[in-house]
């Protein structure tokens, strides 16, 4: 092999073990990468412009008590993407909100484009929020495990490499068209 490509790679190698450390650990690590798959997923739903709302889309970070942790990653999703200085997937600009679990239930809000998990939920918890994203059409992502087989739309998978994993029956029960290309590199889970 040669050296510079092995500096290189040993280089990659510890700048991802240093994004981990500082990321705090797993769960943060997971969801710093799902953020980045979950733009993906929603550039591959085939009805995205549809989706938006005075020309933007509107996305949800939806957590369960902390707010602070739902206005980190609502900023990391918005730092993600920029043109001119403006988020955006597919050119269409991104309002992100954070939104609590409990305003979610009492439904106080609009409907979003995309929901994005930044907490574990149970079983329990999360089907009034998968009930939620099939009536109303979105991709609702998790990046922890076991989700997509708790009928979460899409989540990600990390082994030899990070890809994206699909629900398909929640995917069809959605209405969801996600374009060929992006289910031919994703995992698909068909319970």
Do not use: C
């Not at 510079?4 to 073990?17: F, Y």
């Not at 707010?67 to 403006?86: A, C, W």
């Not at 995309?114 to 994203?133: C, H, N, T, W």
Request: aromatic share 8%.
């Amino acid at each position: 092999m040669n050296p510079m490509r092995l500096i290189q790679l040993a280089i990659a190698l510890l700048s991802l073990i240093n994004i981990t450390a500082h990321a705090g650990g797993t769960s943060d690590a997971r969801i710093n990468i799902g953020l980045k798959l979950f733009r993906a997923t929603l550039s591959a739903d085939q009805q995205l412009t549809a989706k938006q709302k005075d020309h933007h889309l509107n996305l949800y970070i939806l957590y369960k008590e902390n707010h602070f942790k739902g206005q980190k990653y609502s900023r990391k999703l918005l730092d993600l993407g920029k043109v001119n200085g403006q988020a955006q997937i597919k050119n269409i600009p991104l309002n992100v909100s954070p939104v609590s679990y409990q305003k979610f239930l009492l439904q106080q809000h609009d409907i979003p484009a995309g929901i994005f998990l930044v907490d574990k939920m149970s079983a329990r918890e999360l089907q009034p929020v998968v009930a939620y994203a099939i009536n109303n059409h979105l991709i609702l992502y998790s990046p922890f495990e076991g989700d997509v087989e708790k009928n979460i739309t899409a989540g990600l998978s990390i082994g030899a490499r990070v890809q994206p994993v699909i629900n398909m029956q929640t995917l069809k029960a959605s209405a969801i068209q996600l374009k060929s290309f992006f289910l031919k590199v994703a995992h698909q889970y068909e319970p």
